[in-house]
Every structure is written in structure tokens, then in C-alpha cells.
């Protein structure tokens, strides 16, 4: 059985390329820089899990010699403006240690970079690109536009606005061009051109057959949703307007705003010999737009969004890994502990495993000033909900929560604040001994943590105690 090394296994593209992969017949080494954020739903054989920091060329080393080909899915668009660097060192290890193994061909997803002023952003994949094309294994680019699927970033951007806003008010960059793609499609050539001879060494742009512009995609989405909307464009917005402006209408964090607002005035327009080319090698026709509005629609709609741009780190102000903060500290902190005797076990864990998103936390009017406010500081506010409205699992984002711990069995759940904060804080619930257990631990930076923790105490006996009666209460 051939060996596939999926670097990037738990971001957006990675986790829906499992099992793409597997269905192949490969087994999937899937590099994790944090082994505690990895789950997948298929067979264990067909799958093998690494801890790989390409930053840290020593661990390198848990990648196997024999594996056959490479998938390098990992990008970066974090709170570290150093972000070009980090990318081009990664790329550079990735290169000189996949050149010791046996490895016949790596595929590299990119993005759309003909014009020739590009964007940091874009600029750092191109510099990325080249890097992978000097290498002694063949590699193929793909390089593709605005990625439209349950959970994209581009896509939840587009959907925010259309829903929240009857009347828009927008910078000029709305009418730059861009050749959208479906993920479906996205999946398909990854994996249909993995081995094609025809594609080594070669770049190709991958899209639909629609070119609009940003304006014509808001629309459409309207027209799918029955929504009439009205756009204005303004002649001038600063680059940083426009990143505020969708930071605070849509649930993207600003950094990543900042990020996509500068590739939003570069035309992202497939070279049409080349797309036409790379449909031969694979023979993948691309769907349009408007289908995979619709598709991506049904997806969200049943609850099978596999994989968010949220449950990235760079949806947070974090750049950290799961562990660092599994061990929840007990000295040097503050505490909130309170339990409750509750009606029924089942009943009482659904209700913990459901917390957040549009089910709320209990007390919401506090939670969403506290959001508010959180939002106005920088931090991720209340906006990226959830992925699942019951379903959790480690590394998800939860509004301004990340899942450290999750097992339903166990009825235990464990979560960090990803909201701006003087110090760090957790909140865990536990089933045990025919009780709910409910602990809130702050540990405080300086001073100001201290002072912190002081004001917000007298809204804890409202919010944590009507929270905790809520859980243990039976619908």
C-alpha cells in the first residue's frame, strides 16, 4: 500500500483531504504539530498520525523514508506579521528533508498569483512555490481563487454579509475580478492529479468557468437565499477601513481581514489554456458558483460542515498548540467551583456539549456584552459560534472558547478563553458522583489581572450560578 504524507492534517483542506486520500487506497500520514487536535472518522489502518513542527527541523525526523508522495497543505496568515518568514523557513525544511525519502511527487495548493503587483499574503505562497519547484522531487502547484464550501473563510465572509446586511455600503474592491471554485472540486484535483507525470514541475490555475467580481458573488448568494440586497461602493476605503469593516460585520479575525482585504484588489483570474490544461490531466470539470452556493447551502443545512477556517488557530489571537494549556493550572490563580445535583446524566451532558453558538450560554445578555466588548479589545467575540450544534471536539472553536477536552462519555468538557484577557482563564464542567461539577480558573497577568478578576466577580454569581442550574435542570 503506497504511503501519502498530508502535512496541514488538521486545517481546513487537510481534514476533508483524510478521506479523499484513503478512498484511493493510500494510507495517510497526516503531520500534526499538535497530535491532541487530530480526529478523523475512518478506518484507523488507513491512517497514521505524526507530530511534525516544521519549524523544528528535528522532528523531521518521525516522518517514515518510505512514503511515496506529499500533500503540502499548510499556510499561514496568523497574528505573527513575520508570517512570509515563517512560511518560506517551513517550505525550506519541508523541501530538504521530503528529498531523503522516498517520496515521487508533491502537490502544493496555492493561490491564484498572475498579476504582477501581488499581496503579502499572495506574495508569501508564491515565494512558497518556488521553493517546493526547486526541490529534487517533482512538485505540482494548484493554485486556486476564493474557495467556496461549508466553513471556508471567503465563504462565511460572503454569507455574513449577504445575511446581516439588507444595504451595503462597501469599499471599491468589490468589483475586482475572481475565478471561484468549488471544495468539492478543490479535493479533486488535489487528488486526480497526484502521480500525473503530464503535471510535474508545472503550476496550473484551478477554477469554475465564472469570472465576477465580488459584488456579482454577494449578489448571487442573495438571489440563492431569496434575499434582496442593495450595494453601494464607495471611491475610496483604506486598506485599513476595509479590514475593520469586515472584522467587525463578519466573524473573520482582524488579522485575517487585514490579510484578504489585501489580496481583495488583485484580480485572482485563471490563465484559461492552463485551467483547460489541467482539466485534461485530471479530467475535473468544475462546477459553477451558483452550484456550489447550493451544494455548500445543503451541507450546512444537515450539519456536515468536516472542517472550519475557525478551528484554526488563526481565527484566535493564539499562535499555541492544544497541550500547552491541557494541564489547567492550580496555584497562582483564582477560582470559581460549583456543583449542582442534577435531574438526569444523559440530559444534563447534551446540555454541556451544546453550550454556545446560536443555543447560547445561559445569562446571554451578559455573554453578549461581554462579546461586544471583547470584540471592540481585538479579541474573537461571540461570532464564530460553533462548528456542530451537539458535536465537539478538540481544537474547535467555540465563540470565544477553544475545546481543549471533550468526551461525552466521561461527561467531562474542558475549554480555554480565546478572548482578550489580563491572564489566562478555562472554564470545565465534569459529571461525577450524581452531580455537575462547574470550575472557572483565572490566572492572572500583573496587576491588572488581579483588578480583573475583582470586577467581573459580582457578575459571576449571576452568570455562573444561573448557568450551572440551567445544565443540571432537565428540559
Known sequence: MEKILLTGATGYIGKRMISVIAAQGYKVVCCCR??????ANIDDKLVEVIEVDFLQPETLQNIPEDIDGAYYLMHSMSTNEDYEDLEKKCARNFSEYIEKTHCRHIVYLSGLVNEKQLS?????????????????????VLRAGIIIGSGSASFEIIRDLVEKLPLMVAPKWLYTKCQPIGIANVLDFLIFVLFKEK?????????????????????????VRGLKRTIFTLPVMTPKLSSYWLYFITSTSYHLAKALVGSMKIEVVCRPENLALIKSITNVQPFSYETALKRTLTKIQANEIVSSWKDSFVSSRNDSTLKEYQDVPKYGCFTDLRSEEYDNREDCINKIFELGGKNGWYAQGFWK????LDKLAGGPGLRRGRRHPSDLKEGDALDFWRVLYANRNEGK??????????GEAWLMFKIYKNKIWQKAVFRPKGLWGRIYWLMVLPFHEIIFKGMIKKLSRSK
Open 120 to 140: 503579502k499574503h499572495l506574495s508569501s505562497r508564491y515565494q512558497v512555490e518556488k521553493i517546493l519547484m526547486d526541490c529534487r522531487v517533482p512538485a505540482t
Open 369 to 372: 456584552i461581554r462579546g461586544f
Open 34 to 39: 499538535d497530535i491532541n487536535r487530530f480526529t
Open 199 to 223: 503535471a510535474y514541475q508545472k503550476d496550473f490555475d484551478i477554477g469554475c468557468d465564472d469570472v465576477l467580481t465580488y459584488k456579482d458573488m454577494l449578489l448571487k448568494f442573495a438571489k
Open 413 to 422: 468538557l474542558i475549554l480555554l478563553a480565546e478572548m482578550k484577557l489580563p
